[in-house]
């Protein structure tokens, strides 16, 4: 009996000890600095201790949940959502015939936090596959955002809808007569539309024209496909134009990026 009671206190423990280390990483996850050594020791204890302990958990809501009868279709699904991706996976590839100048690793997406669902997303490769903060990362259908955090075996990806107003993409917009450079910052949610600011209002920008990372600032490299020009209007103080783009990308729907690594 007394066996069996110091069993049960040492499970609490461990069950403590990982939800402490769960919630410590989740408070670091806000804060803009650079992993150190132990946060990332603690990113890694965390995930093992989150497969112990919800592990359990999700085998008794599928076995719950799920109808067997119904077990061929489920699998008829899975099998038909599997062969979707493959295809996206395989268009993620045609980028290395065109990025040239950088190397690509494709990644994964791992999971993404509902309550801030476009402003990051987390991948399964870390500094094991060369990442560095501040590399861009891109899909088949363009700029996705850049790296923000980076672990032994994952990171963090802060996207170009981020609510953040220090995250600021310097892009071109191609005209007629050349190109008016801009500042991509903000996001209109309701409508899917990431804004671009500061644009010259004597410059010829009309809707349709192709707007890409300008390469200014060495963040991104320059001629990454961001969308085109769906709305414009002039800002509050009537200086500048705001302009609205339409991306390619569905930012509710990514399963896989790429990674660009300088050669």
Do not use: C
């Amino acid at each position: 009996m007394y066996r069996n009671r110091r069993n049960k206190m040492t499970k609490s423990k461990i069950a403590l000890i990982g939800l402490v280390v769960v919630i410590l990483l989740s408070v670091s996850f806000y804060f803009t600095r650079k992993i150190t050594f132990v946060e990332n020791g603690l990113h890694t204890v965390s995930s093992f201790f989150n497969e112990i302990l919800f592990s359990p958990i999700k085998l008794y809501n599928v076995e719950k949940d799920v109808d067997q009868s119904k077990s061929y279709l489920i699998q008829k699904n899975v099998n038909e959502s599997l062969e979707k991706e493959i295809e996206e996976l395989k268009k993620e590839l045609e980028l290395k015939r065109t990025l040239t100048e950088y190397k690509t690793v494709n990644a994964t997406i791992l999971s993404r936090n509902k309550a801030y669902w476009f402003n990051t997303l987390s991948i399964d490769r870390g500094t094991k596959d060369g990442l560095k903060e501040g590399m861009a990362v891109i899909t088949k259908d363009g700029l996705v955002g850049k790296i923000s955090k980076v672990y032994s075996n994952s990171a963090e990806v802060k996207l170009i809808t981020s609510d953040d107003s220090n995250y600021k993409v310097s892009v071109s917009i191609k005209i007629n007569d050349g190109e008016s450079i801009a500042i991509l910052n903000g996001y209109d949610i309701e409508n899917n539309l990431v804004k671009v600011v500061g644009v010259n209002k004597n410059s010829n920008v009309q809707v349709g024209d192709n707007v890409l990372t300008s390469g200014l600032g060495g963040v991104f490299p320059g001629g990454i496909y961001i969308g085109k020009v769906e709305k414009i209007e002039s800002d509050k103080y009537n200086l500048s134009n705001n302009v609205y783009i339409k991306t390619n990308q569905d930012f509710n729907n990514i399963h896989y990026v790429t990674v660009l690594i300088e050669k």
